[in-house]
């Protein structure tokens, strides 16, 4: 079944360490996004990216790195996690050829840093 | 860059009643205007969209309504049920230039009161 899929669901982690976030879509999508959001608030872009090797930052500075090296792979990668990138990351996928935009998103891992 | 602003934040009604939620846009160069709903715990999924050829769009209870001259579009929900009680995002993108960027609204949490 095409979805959405994130990697891990929950992670703890302490300051400071090195932390990759998953993810990997079977939709047939060109676009990929990575948003931060708290439990039921505001959804932040952090990045995104049209297609393999394309990568965009978002409007908010996460002190993230993204990869586009295969079409169905977006993963996020934390250089050094800190307790202020304590939230809910959600991965979304989208057609790209313009028209009708409509996101699928990814069931989001929720980060706790120590 | 668009800028969209989504009011209210909160939102109570009693079950059976109306809801309605209302979104401004910035950039008249939008032309995609889609509505996702969060439920607690759950990924955001589109449940309405309306693009700008459209003044009006309805999908059993809930409805979306464009205003271009205004910048303006809302959301609304009749026959209210508590199934209904979730985060909703109102959102805009232009797909004119081919490679379109959603901005989302900040959101409205709409509880339903049995």
């Known amino acids: 079944e095409a979805d959405i899929y994130q990697t891990p669901r929950y992670l703890v982690i302490g300051t400071g360490k090195k932390i990759t976030l998953e993810c990997s879509q079977t939709?047939?999508?060109?676009?990929m996004y990575w948003y931060q959001q708290d439990p039921g608030m505001e959804l932040h872009l952090i990045h995104y990216s049209y297609g393999v090797n394309s990568t965009e930052k978002g409007d908010l500075s996460s002190e993230s790195t993204v990869s586009r090296i295969r079409t169905e792979h977006f993963p996020l990668t934390l250089e050094s996690a800190r307790p202020s990138h304590t939230s809910q990351y959600l991965c979304?996928?989208?057609?790209?050829?313009?028209?009708?935009?409509?996101?699928?998103f990814g069931p989001g891992t929720r980060l706790l840093v120590l | 860059g668009e800028n969209v602003e989504q009011h209210p934040s909160t939102l109570s009604v009693q079950e059976g009643d109306s809801a309605v939620i209302k979104c401004t846009y910035s950039?008249?160069?939008?032309?995609?205007f889609p509505w996702y709903k969060q439920e607690l715990g759950k990924r955001p999924q589109l449940i309405i969209d309306?693009?700008?050829?459209?003044g009006e769009k309805k999908d059993q209870r809930i409805a979306v309504t464009l205003n271009k001259t205004a910048k303006h579009f809302s959301l609304h929900i009749t026959e209210t049920q508590p199934e209904d009680s979730a985060v909703y995002f109102c959102a805009a993108s232009d797909d004119s230039g081919g490679y379109q960027k959603v901005t989302f609204g900040t959101g409205t949490k709409l509880q339903v009161i049995p």
């Open positions: 950039d008249s160069a939008s032309n995609y």
């Open positions: 309306i693009r700008s050829n459209v």
């Open positions: 939709m047939g999508h060109d676009k």
């Open positions: 979304a996928s989208s057609r790209g050829q313009g028209g009708r935009e409509t996101q699928y």
